[in-house]
Each structure stands twice: as structure tokens, then as C-alpha cells.
Nanobody, 120 residues
Framework: QVQLVQSGGGLVQPGGSLRLSCAASGSISSVAAMGWYRQAPAKQRELVATITSGGNTNYADSVKGRFTISRDNAKNTVYLQMNSLKPEDTAVYVC??????????????WGQGTQVTVSS
């Protein structure tokens, strides 16, 4: 069974930094992509950043230049380095993994989520 276990998050002042981690375990044959989403109360879920197994990255306009997504393929782990944090970054951050298991089909899995609060 596949599990995505997140760590990091917490309370940080505006302008501060946090680093989130998400480690996948299980019999994963191939990782198509991993990413980060966030959702604040009464708001829709927003895609923050994605990274493919080949290292291609994409970012939401709202975080571009401040956040960096990276991965360690050997550990099936994805990271989100968040700098210059703003109050509007406050949300529950959830990691995702798009995995295959020896076939063409790709399945999406989700982490448990972690709270990031940016406040003075």
C-alpha cells in the first residue's frame, strides 16, 4: 500500500520561511509527478507547485519566486521550500503523488495535510 507522510509546517511570521516534506512509501514502479496543494477555510483547493520525475517544475503565479519545489527520487520524497511567507499563504498544505505500478495507468495519492499559519 502506498502512503504519503508529510512533515513540517507550523506557525511562522510574515517574511519567514518553512520547509515541508512528503515521503512516499510502497511498491511504486514509477513516479510521474509529485506536487503540493493548499486549501484555506471557505476557499477552493489551489495547486501550488508540481515537479515531474524528470525535474520539470510548475508554480502557481501567487508563489512563483518565493516557493521552490524539489525532490529526492531515491527516497520518493518531495519538498516545498517556502520563503517570504505572507498571511495569504495560510492554509492546509497537502502533498500529492501520481504513481504507476507497472502499467500505463497512473493513480493519484494524497498526504495527510499539514497546517501552515503565517501570522504576526
Amino acid at each position: 500500500q502506498v502512503q504519503l507522510v508529510q512533515s513540517g509546517g507550523g506557525l511562522v511570521q510574515p517574511g519567514g520561511s518553512l520547509r515541508l516534506s512528503c515521503a512516499a512509501s510502497g511498491s511504486i514502479s514509477s513516479v510521474a509527478a509529485m506536487g503540493w496543494y493548499r486549501q484555506a477555510p471557505a476557499k477552493q483547493r489551489e495547486l501550488v507547485a508540481t515537479i515531474t520525475s524528470g525535474g520539470n517544475t510548475n508554480y502557481a503565479d501567487s508563489v512563483k519566486g518565493r516557493f521552490t519545489i524539489s525532490r529526492d527520487n531515491a527516497k520518493n520524497t518531495v519538498y516545498l521550500q517556502m520563503n517570504s511567507l505572507k498571511p495569504e499563504d495560510t492554509a492546509v498544505y497537502v502533498c500529492s503523488g501520481d504513481f504507476s505500478f507497472g502499467t500505463r495507468s497512473v493513480f493519484r495519492y494524497w498526504g495527510q495535510g499539514t497546517q501552515v499559519t503565517v501570522s504576526s
